[in-house]
């Protein structure tokens, strides 16, 4: 067990290693001296020599391009992504302090789009190839299709201008919960029906399933008791993976309805070229993703023993 | 079928705990962020001597602005907002009339040119915290914007007190730019306990300690500041304030901000006190008007221009300048404010100094689209390409760029729009490299001469148009003290400027405010000091929502 | 391959494939009025200020917008600039994409080892998250051309096709037909030419369709981040973006951009899924 562990961590470095990288050279991309905008973004004008040189050396930017990336990764293990440039605070209190509000939205979209994949995906498992299937299968296309920002303008049209029923913008009551989860769930929910269906139209089609149906058992311990059960384990873990959406999904939904999270952080950042803030999320957006992939793996591992001998 | 079932069991515990997991945490975060919404703490009012009589009013004004208040300072001071509402000005700048008039100074002596000005402040006008405003105060403040400010330290050279309420200033020139200096920003007095140690011009900034009516309890930057009634600044006036706490929130987004109104979240929203950004998007004045808010408006001596890259090719060829000047059909622009803006059709509004009078000497700027298509033909110029570069954090800019890339087309001139970033912006604008930009010149009232100088000014770096003549002018409008010359170079200098098509004005921006129904206030508490005086930033003292 | 035979095929393909022939239609409709745009729309950039803010009418099908622009010619000469966008963004990202695949597939060894690790190291960032902050840091000093915007996409999109191609070539690899091909001397670039890549087709043109989908979503949402395509070139994320203001008194600029970005994505992945069950099935036909 622990030996499959540790080669799974082993796998994950070099992974982790060309994130890092990635993130880190993204500053280094364009010609043009970071300390420059880096004084700009900081005091608003115009560098001079002096200033320039002043920050260059404050903040190691004199050092070769492999001594910086070290010191930038060693740093960033331990959490410590510099100073964000406009703000002076460390950008991981900036992050710290959006995280709430992006998991706020999160989690609730999360548990509305759980509660909902896995009643449509099992409808549309279930009834195969009826309309109720067909037109799961339709909204699941359509869900992806439908751009996120398009539809959160729509329902603020509808709820906010026409209705006044809701509010268009804002955290974090429930109230303004309401819009932007909907928004949201739309696109999570559909890529997860898929999901569900698919993975219990596989569970539905293997023996034991015969053997039961064979055995004269309703259909409906069939599907929920035995199929379902074994279903979810899949179901569960393609869940879990998408924790990554924290950041993804999360930019478009905050964007239109001013949420201030982690999303709109990095499109505010982008916009404000507060280089170090960008780097540290898209450093940490992928940690998280293989992060998450890891425990599941392991998770996997203690449930499957075969898997262990890949 | 024992080992399944023993497999079974396993994964249902697998199940289990993972759908509790997953719920404990979004419930967790849930509650996290309840703890975490960012509510100005409350504070309790140290100022009971503001009885609402029978309780008229609420007890907070909650107000959504565009930009952070800096309150703790930084390298241009505190933000405009507080400068111009905790903090006040020896005098006030009369743009009519072009006259500068006493406020916290009672009156003033001019030596040397305007190298030494004697001020004599009136008696009895006390900071916020109960002391009086006195030489000392202005000295300190002097010597603190000479030691710590950019514009005090090209201003000033040292502050003398002459007795307990006169002070003599000396500066680092001479010329009537120095009187002027006094009605800015950046200029107006602080109390020596702004500073620890107190009374030290290079000392610590803590909280700015001012004689206006309002004073600072509580800061949050980017998110809130919150402010009292200065007891004090409403006795002077004979007043009663309208509200016992005065919530600034921080609002970026222009749209947001309008929203923040529309949901209840806040009384009113205002422009940037500095004018040029973070506005209310002018074509939702109209519509807000239309559903019962009421809109605040005036006009403010700043105007919007298209600003050449004269120094080089094309643009320094005067009849090219004509033709872009000539293809503007100013009208057009100001519709994409819904017409809530003027057209300018002079360089300045009619009331800034000198304007009627050179308008009436013809410095008028017109709309002819085929004169100026004649002089792109005759000159050559058919077909040529030109790059303009607009900040894309303007979102009013960009159409009004795509506008009047349209109408130079139909003179045959194309237009590149580079719709830039505000960093890369303002890399292309230092380095040069743009043919045509956005900008905008003069300011709020008592920028009016400020800005001339950090605009015509042959020193300056962010100019918009310098040439020998103007330079030449500039300089001396910027030197004369008395009116009636100064005026006549003012005449002059607009003459240059039309004559030269130095630059195109577009439209003339205004300053608002909008409020919620509910709101009582009207133009004149928004826009005038109680005694009369009117300032082009908005004012707050007099604003109060109604129970 | 005679005729008839076309035909009882197209006849017993086409009810099943319906998902199919709707996303053709959907994507040959989009990408037709992209093409005769000049033919039925105005001039997407002339301003007229006098009929800023219509709502639809006879004239302006689909309204104007705050410079007085036909929203309709806009949309539709929008839909040209997604699909150029779209397809050279994908086509770019196939070429990369699949020799890399077939390149690490097929010699495996090292070169599989390293390009395999790249591949994951770009699957797990969030395309996203990287495109927002290429594009961003590029317009910092580039400027936002479209060309910059093209290559930031493609920088992150080409890992789909390598993975594909590389799993294909990978299985394909054992098969008997490449190894008689080794065993009787055939170079290995004639191999991957003549016998892999024709066999590879199928899934990648698959995936092409999706991905064309997935990259008019990506460009339309940095558009409406305000990092795509710039003003005044007309591009349907913008186009929405700058109607965002307006959507009290002016709705239909928000709203038929939106509607031709979920059309068109929604086209390209029904065409895709339809390719994809026909594939499917081809197998047990075969």
Redesign the interface.
């Known amino acids: 067990m622990l030996r499959y562990i540790v080669r799974r961590l082993l796998q994950v470095i070099?992974?982790l290693l060309?994130?890092s990288f990635?993130?880190f050279s993204?500053?280094y991309?364009?010609?043009?001296d970071p300390a420059e905008?880096i004084v700009e973004a900081r005091y608003g004008v115009e560098p001079t020599q002096e200033m320039v040189e002043k920050i260059r050396m404050e903040m190691g930017l004199d050092k070769p391009f492999a001594v910086q990336y070290f010191d930038w990764l060693s740093k960033a293990i331990r959490g410590d992504f510099g100073v964000s440039w406009t703000e002076g605070k460390p950008v991981m209190d900036v992050i710290l302090r959006r995280l709430p509000i992006s998991a706020e939205l999160f989690f609730a979209t999360f548990a509305i789009s759980i509660v909902f994949a896995l009643i449509l995906g099992i409808i549309s498992a279930v009834y195969k190839d009826k309309a109720i299937d067909h037109i799961c299968r339709i909204y699941s296309?359509?869900g992806?299709?439908?751009?996120s920002?398009?539809?959160g303008?729509?329902l603020?049209?509808v709820f906010s201008?026409q209705l006044h029923l809701l509010p268009a913008f804002g955290c974090c009551e429930l109230k303004h919960l309401i819009l932007p989860v909907l928004t949201w769930s739309f696109s999570f929910m559909a890529i997860k029906t898929r999901f569900v269906r698919a993975s219990l139209l596989e569970e539905l089609s293997r023996d034991y399933v015969i053997t039961a149906r064979a055995k004269g058992l309703p259909e409906k311990l069939v599907v929920f008791r035995h199929a379902l059960r074994n279903a979810l384990i899949p179901i569960i873990t393609y869940f879990s993976l998408s924790l990554?959406h924290l950041?993804?999904g999360s930019?478009?939904v905050e964007?239109v309805f001013s949420w201030l999270g982690l999303g709109s952080l990095?499109?505010e950042s982008?916009?404000k070229?507060d280089?170090p803030v960008?780097q540290a999320?898209?450093f940490l957006?992928?940690v998280l993703?293989?992060t998450v992939n890891l425990i599941v793996d392991i998770l996997y591992a203690i449930i499957d023993p075969r898997v262990r001998y890949e | 079928m024992i080992k399944g079932d023993k497999m079974l069991t396993r994964r249902d515990f697998i199940k289990y705990t993972g759908i509790t997991a997953t719920t404990l945490l979004g419930m967790g975060f849930l509650g996290c962020v309840k703890k975490e919404e960012t509510k100005p703490t409350e504070t309790p009012t140290a100022t009971e001597t503001a009885k609402t009589p029978a309780k008229l009013y609420k007890d907070e004004f909650i107000l959504g602005y565009g930009k952070d208040h800096k309150l703790k300072g930084g390298k241009w001071g505190i933000g405009f907002f507080p400068k111009v509402n905790t903090l006040e000005n020896l005098v006030e700048y009369d743009l009519k009339n072009d006259e500068y008039i006493p406020y916290l100074a009672k009156k003033w002596d001019i030596e040397s040119n305007g190298k030494v000005i004697t001020f004599e402040l009136n008696k009895g006008i006390k900071f916020s915290d109960g002391t009086e405003l006195m030489a000392d105060a202005v000295k300190f403040t002097v010597l603190w914007l000479a030691n710590n400010h950019p514009l005090g330290s090209e201003t000033f050279e040292n502050a003398e007190i002459v007795d307990d309420y006169t002070v003599s200033i000396k500066y680092k020139e001479e010329g009537f730019f120095n009187l002027a200096k006094m009605a800015e920003f950046h200029m107006s007095i602080m109390s020596p306990k702004s500073v620890k140690p107190e009374g030290d011009p290079k000392g610590e900034f803590v909280f700015p300690i001012g004689t206006g009516p309002l004073k600072v309890v509580d800061y949050k930057k980017d998110q809130y500041a919150v402010y009292e009634p200065n007891p004090y600044w409403y006795e002077r006036f004979g007043l009663k304030p309208k509200f016992k706490r005065f919530t600034v929130k921080i609002i970026k987004d222009e749209?947001t901000r309008v929203m923040a109104l529309r949901g209840g979240e806040v009384n009113a929203i205002s422009d940037y006190s500095h004018g040029g950004s973070d506005y209310t998007?002018r074509?939702?004045l109209g519509?807000l008007q239309k559903e019962g808010y009421k809109v605040y408006k005036r006009i403010i001596p700043l105007t919007w221009i298209i600003a050449f890259n004269y120094q080089k090719e094309p643009f320094n060829d005067v009849n090219l300048r004509k033709a872009v000047d000539l293809a503007v059909n100013r009208d057009?622009v100001v519709?994409?404010f819904d017409n809530q803006v003027l057209p300018a059709k002079t360089l300045f509004v009619e009331d800034a100094p000198g304007i009627k009078e050179a308008k009436a000497q013809g410095v008028v700027y017109e709309y002819k689209p085929d004169e100026a298509k004649q002089i792109v033909e005759e000159n050559g110029y058919k077909g040529l390409n030109v790059n303009m570069i607009v900040d894309?954090a303007q979102?009013d800019q960009?159409?009004v760029s795509?506008?009047i890339?349209?109408q130079l087309?139909e003179i045959g001139i194309n237009v590149n729009?580079?719709?830039?970033?505000t960093?890369?912006y303002k890399q292309r604008r230092d380095s040069g490299d743009y043919d045509l930009r956005l900008y905008y010149i003069g300011g709020t009232d008592r920028r009016f001469y400020m800005r001339m100088f950090w605009r015509f000014h042959p020193a300056r770096k962010w100019k918009a148009y310098v040439s020998d003549r103007t330079g030449n002018l500039c300089q001396k409008i910027l030197k004369e003290f008395d009116k009636e010359k100064r005026k006549q170079y003012l005449i002059e200098f607009y003459k240059a400027i039309h004559e030269e098509h130095g630059v195109v004005p577009l439209y003339f921006d205004i300053m608002t405010v909008v409020t919620a129904p509910n709101v009582d206030a009207s133009y004149d508490v928004i826009f005038k000091w109680p005694n009369g005086i009117g300032v082009g930033e908005p004012l707050f003292y007099g604003v109060g929502v109604k129970v | 391959m005679s005729s008839e035979f076309v035909f009882r095929v197209i006849k017993l393909e086409l009810p099943r494939n319906s998902l199919c022939v709707v996303g053709l239609v959907i994507v040959l409709f989009i990408a037709t009025l992209g093409l005769i745009a000049p033919l039925i729309a105005k001039d997407p950039?002339?301003?007229n200020?006098?009929e800023?803010l219509k709502p639809p009418s006879l004239e302006h099908p689909f309204g104007t917008d705050?410079?007085g622009r036909d929203l309709f010619s806009r949309v539709v000469y929008g839909a040209r600039t997604s699909l150029i966008v779209a397809i050279t963004i994908s086509a770019l990202s196939m070429v990369i994409g699949c020799l890399t695949g077939a390149i690490s597939g097929y010699f495996g060894g090292i070169i599989d080892d390293i390009i395999g690790?790249?591949i994951?190291?770009f699957l797990?960032?969030?395309e996203?998250?990287?495109n927002?902050?290429?594009?961003?840091?590029?317009?910092?000093?580039?400027?936002?051309s479209t060309w910059n915007i093209i290559l930031a996409v493609v920088f992150t999109n080409w890992v789909s096709y390598a993975r594909i191609t590389r799993g294909i070539v990978l299985s394909l690899k054992e098969r008997e037909f490449v190894l008689c091909a080794k065993a009787i001397g055939a170079k290995n670039s004639w191999i991957l030419f003549k016998h892999i890549i024709p066999n590879a087709i199928g899934p990648i043109v698959v995936l092409a369709t999706l991905n064309v989908?997935n990259v008019i979503?990506t460009v339309?949402?940095l558009g409406?981040?305000?990092?795509g395509i710039?003003?005044?070139t007309p591009e349907w994320?913008q186009i929405?973006n700058?109607g965002?203001?307006?959507?009290?008194?002016a709705?239909w600029i928000?709203?038929f951009?939106?509607?031709f970005?979920?059309?068109s994505?929604?086209g390209f992945?029904?065409l895709g899924?339809g390719l994809r069950d026909m594939l499917k099935r081809k197998r047990v036909y075969v």
């Open positions: 070099p992974t060309g994130i990635i993130s993204l500053l991309v364009f010609p043009g905008f296309l359509l992806i299709s439908i751009p920002f398009w539809l303008l729509i603020i049209w201008v990554h950041i993804v930019i478009m964007v990095l499109v982008v916009f070229r280089f960008v999320l898209v957006s992928g993703l293989i | 749209d998007p074509n939702q519509v057009e519709k994409i894309k979102g960009i159409l795509q506008l890339q349209q087309k729009l580079q719709i830039l970033e960093g890369a | 950039y002339e301003t200020m006098a800023r705050q410079l690790r790249i994951d190291v797990s960032i969030p996203i998250v990287v927002i902050a290429l594009v961003g840091v590029f317009c910092v000093v580039y400027g936002t989908g979503m339309a949402s409406f981040l305000g990092l710039q003003p005044p994320g929405l700058s965002k203001n307006y959507i009290a008194t709705p928000t709203f951009p939106g509607l970005i979920a059309l994505v929604f992945n029904l899924e």
